[in-house]
């Protein structure tokens, strides 16, 4: 049973920094792409940033600049550092893996449970 287990949300005043976590929990290979969404009340989940095999990033043009986002693959986490938080960062933010259990399977997007982010002064 593959999961993405989020840590490091919270309520940070404005200009503060978090920074959040996302490991994966069970046995998922060949994961090319990991990285972070962000979703608020009545709007789609939209791309934050993402990290293209070990070192390739993308970032959406709210984040660049301010976010950064790091992968350990020994330990199949990605980080998300967030500088100069804004409220309009506030929001639940996702991690996501493109990964497969084992060769034999299709690789598919696995997604955590989600982490509120509040940025409030």
């Known amino acids: 049973q593959v999961q993405l287990v989020e840590s490091g949300g919270g309520l940070v005043q404005p200009g503060g920094s978090l920074r959040l976590s996302c490991a994966v929990s069970?046995?998922?290979?060949?994961?090319?792409?990991m990285g972070w969404y962000r979703q608020t009340p009545g709007n789609q989940r939209e791309l934050v940033a993402q990290i293209i095999g070990s070192s390739s990033a993308d970032y959406a043009d709210s984040a660049k600049g301010r976010f950064t986002i790091s992968r350990d693959n020994a330990k199949n986490t990605v980080y998300l550092q967030m500088n100069s938080l804004k409220p309009e960062d506030t929001a639940v933010y996702y991690c996501?893996?493109?990964?497969?259990?084992?060769?034999?399977?299709?690789?598919?997007?696995?997604w955590g449970q989600g982490t509120q982010v509040t940025v409030s002064s």
């Open positions: 069970g046995r998922l290979i060949s994961i090319n792409v």
């Open positions: 996501n893996a493109n990964g497969k259990p084992t060769p034999w399977d299709v690789t598919r997007s696995y």
